[in-house]
């Protein structure tokens, strides 16, 4: 669990990315259009982001953390009750958090901001908004009404079995129908930034600058839709699924489902090295080598962290579950298993965690630097 988390800063709501100051003609500066330099920036930290960042509105973490706790109180008489509240308290915060007062927001303040920001005219306007604030919330809803009262209650009274029980016939269910809806979700916003894209492409090409200049309406709708992805896209550049993916192997080599276990390490692979319509880490990272610049000190900071800092932990993650997490359940060795994802697996996740946050609040810094940027150079225009 990490009090300091920094999804506060990231998200901005997309009225706040309207122009502020108009341009006084629109003979605009091609380095301020949709498609010119600042715009490649911008779309660049956007992109950072979107590959690093916590999804608030995707409840993986809040099933990661439900996991955690049933590890930690099988233990027994090890059991750490201090950690096991705090782990209860963090799940509750990544559900009703408020960044007015909290260090990041909540799902709930989320979806409610994308309630009112998301637009429901054209049709894929219409499916995204459905998807956002409807369909995927169904079962979030779901998951975080029984984790917060039958599953909570059997962790505060001791029950082990029956806080998994719970886990394995309520909140799994809930949690994999809202992922499937999620994958939905980001195809759908994927193309409808892709769309707009092209849109503003094809109006710089017919030299019509009027709507495709920075912080004008096609612009806010791109970015809208990235911070959408950032939202909700489990971060391949992150490893809290192939964590997760990992936990939840072994929770079904302890439930007798071998063959799940195996199918499980099988997608955490596919994690690592893509495949089967997945991007892997190793994929996003060898993009970030090639395409992160350090000129500035910001930059050097944030290449470091991407391509070193966050690295090494994640390497030493997975090569530590390919090859002795792989072993012992290979074998069906369920002990072996869970001290290799307490004392090897945990560790490396927590040290990668800890950069990610401030690789997070890094490039978030650059982000906001670039907007100041461009409304002042509109402000000149």
């Known amino acids: 669990m990490h009090k300091n988390l920094t999804k506060k800063i990231m998200i901005a709501s997309a009225a706040t990315l309207m122009l502020l100051v108009a341009p006084k003609s ?28 916590p999804p608030p509105a995707y409840i993986i973490e809040s099933y990661l953390t439900v ?43 989320r979806i409610k901001a994308w309630v009112k920001d998301l637009e429901d005219k054209a049709p894929l306007d219409k499916k995204i908004k459905e998807l956002m604030t409807k369909t995927t919330v169904a079962p979030a809803t779901k998951f975080f009404q029984v984790r917060d009262s039958k599953f909570t209650a059997a962790v505060k009274a001791g029950k082990r079995d029956e806080a998994l029980k719970v886990a394995r016939a309520e909140l799994k269910p809930a949690y994999d129908q809202h992922r499937k809806l999620i994958v939905e979700l980001v195809e759908a916003a994927t193309s409808n930034y892709t769309a707009v894209e092209a849109a503003a492409q094809a109006k710089a090409k017919a030299g019509d600058t009027k709507d495709i200049v920075l912080r004008g309406p096609l612009y806010t709708k791109v970015i809208q839709m990235k911070d959408l992805i950032a939202d909700i896209l489990p971060p391949p550049k992150y490893i809290i699924e192939s964590y997760l993916t990992a936990l939840q192997a072994v929770d079904a080599l302890e439930g007798g489902q071998k063959d799940e276990a195996k199918k499980l390490l099988e997608y955490g692979t596919s994690l690592r090295s893509g495949g089967k319509g997945v991007t892997g880490y190793n994929e996003r990272h060898d993009y970030w080598v090639k395409n992160l610049e350090e000129k500035t000190i910001p930059e050097k900071k944030i290449k470091d962290l991407m391509v070193k800092l966050t690295h090494d932990p994640a390497q030493k993650f997975y090569d530590t579950r390919d090859a002795k997490l792989s072993a012992a359940i290979n074998s069906g060795n369920v002990a072996d298993a869970k001290n290799i994802i307490r004392n090897e697996l945990k560790p490396a996740y927590d040290e990668h965690r800890k950069n990610i946050d401030d690789l997070v609040s890094r490039a978030n810094k650059v982000y906001l630097q670039l907007e100041a940027e461009v409304a002042q150079q509109l402000s000149n225009q």
Do not use: C, T, W
């Open 26 to 53: 629109h003979a605009v500066k091609p380095e301020l259009l949709v498609g010119g330099l600042y715009y490649k920036k911008i779309n660049h930290m956007k992109d950072i982001i979107s590959d690093i960042l």
């Open 67 to 109: 996991l955690e706790i049933l590890d930690e109180m099988d233990k027994g008489a090890a059991s750490d009750k201090a950690r096991i509240d705090k782990l209860l308290a963090y799940g509750k915060q990544l559900e009703s958090a408020n960044s007015s007062k909290d260090p990041f927001p909540g799902y709930h303040e």
